[in-house]
């Protein structure tokens, strides 16, 4: 079996026992934290879509993130108020059922998108990284200046949102659903690094003249892999605000951006579950050092540092080597 | 006479007060290699860049089987049929041998936005990719990382993936350039093999391998065609003579 | 709407701008000349700004505490460029941005650890306090119309050291073609420090002056750094022309949006749908700006060779 095959199942494995293990020993915390990892995982295999398949660096992928969080926050704060978003043209109500939520989630993100990623790809390297980063700034200052959904304090949602037939309150229960969503977007995004669309995103990424030559526009491949991956960090948007039931502006910073960044190249870039990987290992880092000191991010700037002038690859790259060619 | 696959008519193309192409015609008639020569700097890659979409000229029409493609993009006429090799091999240099040939013909095959397949098991794509494979004599290397590869044998590969596209005609940017003796008597050799597929049109300073393949002869000087023709009255052309080596010189 | 208010925040618009300048101007620099995205340019500033208030706390002298955030921030700069930022040279864009986020992590928690969370206070001297009368009946404070009188000098002096003096030829010629430079014997290392230093002072010093107005803390640097990086995308990377140009565009747009939109939008809206419509606009017409700027013109106002 290939190293990185193995690395994968080691990482599912982890996150299986690492939750059923607290979920025995009873120690909620711990499984909010595998929760918190899987999330984040969805959230930089969204990124890892864009930013290692298609070598696009989007510096405000934060922007979905956050759309996904309001998305989930809006319809339920109208939910919980029984009170519609829209009267006219028509009546639009809250919901607090999670598919519901995570279907506006998805399609909020992908339209979005859409135009950033149309207007964004009118430009490249370091105008590109500003321009992505501006629109997320965008929607930042407007989410914060809006107070009808909290502006910068934020929107609490008193109790978790309805999944038919499981009681989300449960910790256990909600890391159950958001761990078997993680591994339907890796067994969709595995499928979709494989198929004819990947190998022409790839190539496009390593060499857009040869993909020109072989008679097609790397623009379309690129805004394509930009709405999926949108999308993508969209949903983990929507989980996330569902786990802390709090939904804020915090949620667009381009902190939050650079996080999501660190997630993917923790792991390793371009690797199907590089960011599995990188989000389980900033968890692990945010308890242990956050345990060892107030000021850990000084330790987590260090070990990113190191990561990316010695380590270029992420774990991924340290275990499992140059990536295998796909035959 | 049947009729030309590529014309160029009039093409012309300044950069600032640089005349880099001046009125140029050209044409590429089925079966035939038609090789374009020209000291440094005459604007060779600057013609080739027009023709192949890359560059846009100021005046002039490229017809492309008969069709105007002046003004599509590089991607469309690859789609019509434009294979092209270039100067400095433009592989996806991590992937593999096979995935770029293989990306080639799928690029050929149309349809790319497919999210659920598995491309490189596609009995179809692999048919064709080996081929082309086994044509330039690579098919032992089909599993190498193209960065792995020496240079002769990108310059292989390169040829190989203009194959699953299958051109109807060739555009190629000095193949010669940086290969061997050995290395250029194979190309040669496949060159000669290759016209029957789709006619040439030949960018090369290797001046044995042109006069043994070439059927005509193009010499671009200062922007501007000096002269076309076979081998013989090229040789024999004294404006040629005197671009290349100078007045009153014999060869 | 009164006059005397456009006029003074128009002013404010301005002196916003050249303080913006002071930090666009070093990572245009840096960009042209070494192709380097540096995200911890918002770091240096907050280094300068500390520097400045720790040195007036201990000698009350502003003049000294100025002194102090040039010298820290250029030498701060010296050892991050020494430690780190020679390795990214050669690295791609992803690299370079996490590297220097990296950095930011590293100088925001570590100061602090130093100075702790509240704010350290710099006050303004004694000899530029209070307001002066301009034409028109406008009153202004002195300090904010010395920092417009600063950035202005600033810029001249950054024009005339690239067009006159031998560091400014290596400059254009390194923005130009790196590897030439360095085949024609110029000492590469030396002078990408060099350069490096003097963005980093120049921010530095734009933390220090800002200092004095706002509040000196942790985090300072980042809303500026962003800012700055929106000067530069507007003006062209690489000139600092473009720099000076964007950073007068940015600082205006904000200043005034912030002033006029509310008032404008009371005139279709009721007050508090109108304040609060008009500041979030206000905040995002920048990035508005920006993106439609790029959007004609992808590589800025006066960038791309």
């Not at chain 1, 639009?92 to 790809?121: D, E, F, K, Y």
């Not at chain 2, 005459?42 to 017809?63: E, F, M, R, V």
């Not at chain 3, 460029?81 to 990296?102: G, K, N, P, S």
Request: with cysteine; glycine share 12%; net charge neutral.
């Amino acid at each position: 079996m290939k190293k990185e095959t193995l690395l994968n199942a080691v990482l599912i494995a982890l996150f299986v026992g690492v939750a059923l293990a607290a979920w025995i020993m009873d120690e909620p915390y711990l499984i909010t934290l595998a929760t918190k990892a899987a999330i984040f995982a969805i959230a930089g295999v969204g990124l890892n879509f864009a930013l290692g398949f298609g070598g696009l660096v989007s510096f405000g992928h934060a922007v979905f993130f956050g759309l996904g969080g309001y998305a989930m926050g809006i319809l339920a704060f109208h939910a919980q108020t029984y009170t519609p978003i829209l009267e006219w043209p028509f009546a639009i109500n809250g919901t607090r059922s999670m598919p519901v939520i995570w279907g506006v989630a998805i399609v909020v993100s992908a339209v979005v998108a859409v135009g950033i990623g149309a207007l964004s790809l009118r430009t490249n390297g370091v105008y590109f990284i500003m321009i992505t980063l501006a629109f997320a700034q965008m929607f930042y200052y407007f989410a914060i200046s809006w107070p009808t959904y909290g502006g910068e304090d934020g929107l609490s949602i008193y109790v978790r949102n309805e999944f038919p037939g499981l009681n989300t309150m449960d910790p256990i229960q909600y890391f159950a659903i958001c761990f078997t969503l993680l591994l339907l977007v890796l067994f969709c995004v595995h499928r979709a690094a494989h198929s004819s669309f990947g190998l022409m995103l790839r190539a496009a990424r390593q060499n857009e003249e040869r993909v020109q030559a072989v008679g097609h526009t790397p623009f379309r491949l690129y805004l394509t892999a930009f709405v999926i991956s949108g999308a993508i960090t969209g949903l983990a948007g929507a989980l996330f605000a569902d786990l802390n039931r709090f939904v804020s502006p915090t949620l667009l910073s381009w902190h939050t951006s650079g996080e999501i960044m660190i997630f993917v190249i923790l792991g390793g870039v371009g690797r199907v579950f590089g960011p599995v990987a990188g989000a389980a290992l900033f968890i692990l880092l945010e308890y242990v050092l956050g345990g060892l000191s107030e000021f850990w991010q000084i330790y987590l700037g260090a070990i990113l540092l190191g990561v990316v002038l010695f380590a270029r690859g992420g774990l991924y790259g340290l275990i499992a080597g140059r990536e295998v060619a796909h035959d | 006479m049947t009729d030309p696959v590529l014309e160029i008519r009039g093409i012309s193309k300044s950069f600032g007060g640089l005349k880099a192409s001046n009125n140029i015609t050209l044409d590429l008639r089925p079966g035939e290699i038609h090789a374009l020569i020209g000291p440094n700097g005459a604007g060779k890659s600057t013609l080739i860049k027009q023709i192949t979409g890359n560059l846009t000229p100021d005046s002039g029409s490229i017809y492309f089987n008969g069709q105007n493609v002046s003004h599509l993009s590089t991607a469309a006429r690859a789609r019509l049929g434009m294979g092209r090799t270039f100067q400095i091999s433009s592989l996806a240099m991590d992937y593999t041998v096979l995935q770029n040939v293989v990306m080639g013909a799928l690029g050929q095959r149309g349809n790319i936005f497919r999210f659920f397949n598995s491309v490189m098991k596609d009995a179809d794509l692999i048919k064709v990719a080996e081929d082309a494979l086994e044509q330039v004599g690579l098919e032992d290397c089909r599993t190498f990382r193209t960065s792995d590869l020496s240079h002769g044998q990108r310059r292989q590969l390169e040829v190989a993936v203009a194959l699953t596209l299958r051109p109807k005609a060739f555009l190629m940017d000095e193949p010669m350039a940086g290969l061997g003796a050995e290395g250029s008597q194979r190309l040669i050799g496949f060159l000669d093999k290759l016209r029957h597929q789709a006619p040439i049109m030949l960018v090369e300073h290797d001046m044995d391998a042109v006069f043994a393949l070439a059927d005509r002869i193009s010499v671009l000087v200062y922007g501007e065609i000096i002269a076309t023709g076979s081998a013989e009255e090229i040789r024999s052309n004294a404006l040629v003579r005197s671009a290349y080596l100078g007045e009153g010189d014999a060869a | 709407m009164s006059l005397i208010l456009l006029a003074e925040q128009t002013l404010n618009g301005l002196q916003f701008g050249v303080m913006l300048f002071l930090m666009a101007a070093g990572l245009t620099l840096i960009f042209g000349v070494m192709g380097l995205i540096n995200l911890a340019h918002g770091s240096l500033y907050m280094v300068g700004a500390f520097a400045a208030a720790g040195m007036a706390a201990a000698t009350g002298s502003f003049m000294l505490a100025l002194i102090a955030s040039l010298v820290a921030a250029a030498i701060a700069g010296v050892l991050i460029e020494l430690t780190v930022i020679r390795r990214l040279y050669d690295r791609d864009h992803l690299d370079q941005v996490l590297a220097t986020f990296a950095l930011i992590l590293i100088f925001s928690e570590g100061t602090r650890w130093v100075f702790g969370s509240f704010p350290l206070f710099l006050d303004k001297p004694a000899f530029l306090s209070g307001t002066v009368t301009l034409p028109f009946n406008v009153e202004y404070s002195v300090y904010r119309l010395s920092l417009i009188v600063v950035g202005i000098l600033v810029a001249i002096g950054l024009f005339w050291m690239i067009a006159k003096t031998r560091i400014g030829i290596r400059i254009r010629a390194g923005e130009n073609d790196r590897e030439m430079i360095g085949a024609l014997g110029v000492d590469i290392s030396r002078l990408y420090t060099m350069v490096f230093a003097l963005g980093a002072a120049l921010a530095g010093l734009a933390g220090a002056l800002i200092g004095a107005i706002q509040s000196v803390q942790v985090g300072m640097g980042e809303p500026v750094l962003i800012l700055a990086f929106v000067v530069i995308v507007i003006g062209g990377i690489g000139s600092i022309k473009g720099a000076l140009i964007g950073a007068i565009l940015v600082g205006l747009t904000d200043t005034l949006g912030r002033f006029l939109l509310p008032q404008a939008f009371a005139l279709i809206l009721e007050p508090s749908q109108a304040t609060s419509v008009g500041s979030s606009l206000a905040s995002m017409s920048i990035y508005i700006l920006m993106a439609g700027i790029l959007l004609f013109r992808p590589k800025g106002l006066l960038g791309g060779a």
